[in-house]
């Protein structure tokens, strides 16, 4: 997928449009010891997000002896960036593309936020055919992302290549 194409699509979801200040994209990076394959796509895949003006944050996997390998802190990361981003004033709107609820509890305190400050308002990506478990509407609105929506932000490059 191509985030910057996702967040200008995003962007102008909507009853208003919004200019972008931030794009950002939190996942995991494997062990170049253990997944030299996965770890090299990967790293590429993080230079075109950069060259693209996207913020990457990427931290390791974990392994653990017998369990396929997991992300771990990525999203009390995004979830400490939205919140102290919105204390900071630095955005109207956070959109949040994530399945994950584990990030509610930040959605939450973005929640009391607006209801102090007036901002920020929030959505998050429901892709069509997917469930979802962010917010809890309609105090959260979904921006659905649909086939052909998904067709426009593909990425076709083969990074492990």
């Keep these: 997928m191509?985030?910057?194409?996702?967040a200008r699509l995003l962007a102008g979801k909507g009853a208003a449009s919004f200019d972008l200040t931030f794009v950002g994209v939190y996942c995991g990076l494997a062990d170049p010891r253990l997944a030299p394959k996965t770890n090299s796509a990967r790293m590429k895949q993080i230079r075109a997000w950069e060259r693209a003006g996207v913020t990457?944050?990427?931290?390791?996997?974990?392994?653990?002896r017998g369990l396929p390998p997991r992300e771990k802190g990525v999203d009390v990361k995004l979830a400490i960036d939205i919140v102290m981003k919105a204390i900071e004033d630095v955005y109207d709107l956070a959109i949040i593309a994530?399945?994950?609820?584990?990030l509610n509890p930040a959605i939450d305190a973005l929640l009391e936020l607006r209801d102090?400050?007036?901002?920020?308002?929030?959505?998050?990506?429901?892709?069509?055919?997917?469930?979802h478990n962010l917010g809890r509407p309609p105090a959260v609105p979904f921006r659905w992302i649909g086939k052909l929506d998904y067709r426009?932000?593909?990425?076709?490059?083969?990074?492990n290549r």
């Design 116 to 131: 102090l400050n007036g901002k920020p308002d929030i959505a998050v990506i429901a892709w069509e055919g997917r469930k």
């Design 2 to 6: 191509d985030l910057a194409k996702l």
């Design 98 to 102: 994530s399945c994950d609820s584990d």
């Design 152 to 159: 426009a932000i593909q990425d076709p490059t083969d990074y």
């Design 56 to 64: 990457v944050f990427a931290r390791p996997l974990q392994y653990l």
